[in-house]
């Protein structure tokens, strides 16, 4: 399946595009904003994840552009971001995650897109659109988050426990998404977080408080 960007994000989306290639990195827009674009929800925020260094990536686009000292760089997180005209743009290596029992603080290593995609919290944010030449519009969805669009479903993309368990503020994000999109959530997904709601009390009030604000 083929993925359209608007005219105005080509501007910005065929320079990333054109670097990821010069650097031989797979380079992918990932998460909310292929999402809402498929369900024609407004968005301006696009995040791109390499295989490769996200930093490097953001620093060349930056240089590409003539922007290189708007480049906001987060090393701690391994992340980086820059904005074009009304468009937000945050990069990031492909990554796998491991967390520990008492904290959703993951330990992190460098992963492919397929790692990534399956640390994602759920189906619908698990989508992927290649931006390297050969396969510039790809979309890659292995857990089948377009039906789980038009179904209207909230779905982890892997065992419930799990995914709830690693990063318990999941569960409240899969509440807000029900919410704001008017979804319904998949019936193991919800018997997920009644058994690991417990969890929650590792997550700090000021997050939980910002996810009630937003639902």
Same mark, same amino acid.
Not at 51 to 74: C, S
Not at 123 to 150: M, R, W
């Given at each position: 399946?083929?993925? %359209?960007?608007? @005219?105005? @994000?080509?501007? +910005?989306?065929?320079?990333?595009?054109?670097?990821?290639?010069?650097?031989?990195?797979?380079?992918?827009?990932?998460?909310? &904003?292929?999402?809402?674009?498929?369900?024609?929800?407004?968005?301006?925020? +696009?995040?791109?994840?390499?295989?490769?260094?996200?930093?490097?990536?953001?620093?060349?686009?930056? @240089?590409?552009?003539? +922007?290189? !000292?708007?480049?906001?760089?987060?090393?701690? &997180?391994?992340?980086?971001?820059?904005?074009?005209?009304?468009?937000?743009?945050? $990069?990031?290596?492909?990554?796998?995650?491991?967390? #520990? @029992?008492?904290?959703?603080?993951?330990?992190?290593?460098?992963?492919?897109?397929?790692?990534?995609?399956? /640390?994602?919290?759920?189906?619908? !944010? #698990?989508?992927?659109?290649?931006?390297?030449?050969?396969? $510039?519009?790809?979309?890659?969805?292995? &857990? !089948?988050?377009?039906?789980?669009?038009? !179904?209207?479903?909230?779905?982890?993309?892997?065992?419930?426990?799990?995914?709830?368990?690693?990063?318990?503020?999941?569960?409240?994000?899969?509440? /807000?998404?029900?919410?704001? =999109?008017? %979804?319904?959530?998949?019936?193991?997904? &919800?018997?997920?977080?009644?058994?690991?709601?417990?969890?929650?009390? +590792?997550?700090?009030?000021?997050?939980?408080?910002?996810? =009630?604000?937003?639902?």
């Amino acid at each position: 399946m083929k993925f %359209y960007f608007t @005219e105005h @994000e080509l501007a +910005i989306i065929k320079r990333v595009g054109e670097v990821a290639d010069e650097l031989q990195y797979e380079t992918y827009v990932v998460g909310g &904003f292929v999402r809402d674009r498929l369900i024609n929800r407004e968005t301006k925020d +696009i995040d791109i994840v390499c295989v490769g260094d996200g930093i490097n990536l953001a620093t060349k686009v930056g @240089e590409k552009l003539g +922007i290189h !000292n708007q480049v906001v760089v987060f090393k701690r &997180f391994g992340t980086a971001m820059l904005r074009h005209e009304d468009m937000e743009l945050e $990069f990031v290596g492909a990554r796998k995650e491991s967390y #520990a @029992e008492d904290s959703r603080k993951p330990d992190v290593e460098p992963g492919t897109l397929e790692d990534d995609q399956l /640390r994602r919290d759920f189906t619908i !944010n #698990a989508l992927a659109v290649s931006l390297n030449k050969e396969t $510039f519009g790809q979309l890659i969805d292995p &857990f !089948n988050g377009i039906e789980d669009l038009k !179904n209207g479903l909230i779905k982890t993309p892997t065992a419930p426990d799990k995914t709830f368990s690693d990063d318990p503020l999941r569960m409240m994000r899969g509440v /807000r998404f029900a919410s704001q =999109l008017n %979804y319904k959530i998949d019936p193991n997904t &919800f018997e997920g977080i009644q058994r690991n709601c417990e969890r929650l009390k +590792i997550i700090s009030a000021e997050r939980i408080t910002e996810e =009630l604000n937003k639902i």
